[in-house]
């Protein structure tokens, strides 16, 4: 082999090398951009403030219960930033995820920041935070319950068609799609929405500090903007969260620079690829679950 031939190889191996070191280091150089702008280091995530967003219509998701529970015993979590927008969603759900930010609450700073709607239940994860923001325009209370059943007896009745229904009691088809609650339904019935009620009226009670009378008497169903719910006692103060990190900032010692993390259902591992990969299931999935999403039992859900 001659001089020249080993000079070129020499050379080819040179580049192929070079090549793979540039490589290597612009995906140690991404590397380090992307673990930093996801607040998440190389051995698990950094002191930051975590953000939980509600919104659309509130279920009872487990992932979401467990993973904000979590919170609570996280020691990179300096504080919790509930952002709402949601009309509502069931009791159950509500309940829920209420419990989830109490048990946050017992240990750091809660703030809730409130966009457009939190209503009904999306107000009801309101209540556990130290401080709740709102906009002017914001619509929220609207503290109440209601069990609605369709009742399509008439229909039937001009179709000719009867429905038969055989029962273990007079109370085991009460409500019915095919015939109107009897006396003693209703007032079944009613009984559930106004036990319902009352632990609603229990938890504002509770998380606004205020006299439960009090509470009964806003909570006759009916939304205020955030303006009048400022002057109400609902909400403490007109704001975003710009205010909000201030307030924490001003009144909790929680340091302004801190990142701030939406918190997601799975440990930190799955919350860091989520971060550095994107989250296009999570959107393709929310998407789904929003158009095919059904309520069971009782609503606390604002109606325009």
């Known amino acids: 082999m001659s001089l020249e031939t080993d000079l070129l190889l020499d050379r080819r191996r040179l580049k192929r090398r070079l090549f793979l070191w540039r490589l290597l280091a612009l995906l140690a150089v991404l ?8 607040g998440f280091g190389p051995f698990g995530p950094r002191r930051h403030v975590a953000r939980l967003e509600v919104s659309g219509l509130i279920t009872e998701d487990r992932q979401q219960i467990a993973a904000v529970s979590a919170l609570a015993e996280d020691p990179s979590v300096a504080a919790l930033i509930v952002s709402v927008d949601s009309p509502g969603g069931s009791v159950a759900g509500g309940e829920g995820l209420h419990d989830a930010i109490v048990r946050v609450a017992a240990k750091k700073p809660v703030v809730t920041v409130m966009g457009g709607v939190a209503a009904s239940a999306g107000y009801m994860v309101s209540v556990p ?6 906009r002017n325009a914001t619509l929220t209370g609207s503290i109440g319950v209601l069990l609605e059943s369709p009742e399509i007896s008439g229909l039937l009745g001009k179709l000719g068609v009867q429905a038969q229904t055989i029962v273990s009691g007079p109370l085991k088809d009460q409500p019915s799609f095919t015939h109107p609650l009897s006396d003693q339904g209703h007032e079944v019935l009613q009984a559930l929405v106004m036990d319902f009620y009352d632990q609603f009226v229990t938890m504002v009670a509770t998380g606004r500090h205020m006299d439960p009378a009090r509470v009964r008497e806003l909570g006759d169903g009916r939304a205020y903007t955030g303006r009048q719910a400022v002057t ?73």
């Open 232 to 304: 109400l006692g609902l909400v403490d103060q007109i704001g975003d969260e710009i205010d909000a990190r201030d307030w924490l900032a001003q009144q909790k010692q929680v340091p302004k620079n801190l990142p701030v993390i939406t918190v997601r259902p799975g440990d930190w591992r799955t919350r860091a690829a989520r971060g550095l990969f994107g989250s296009l299931a999570d959107t393709i999935l929310s998407a789904t679950l929003e158009r095919g999403v059904l309520l069971d039992g009782a609503w606390s859900v604002w109606q325009p």
């Open 129 to 134: 935070s130290a401080r709740i923001f709102a």
């Open 31 to 38: 590397a380090v951009v992307l673990v930093g702008t996801s």
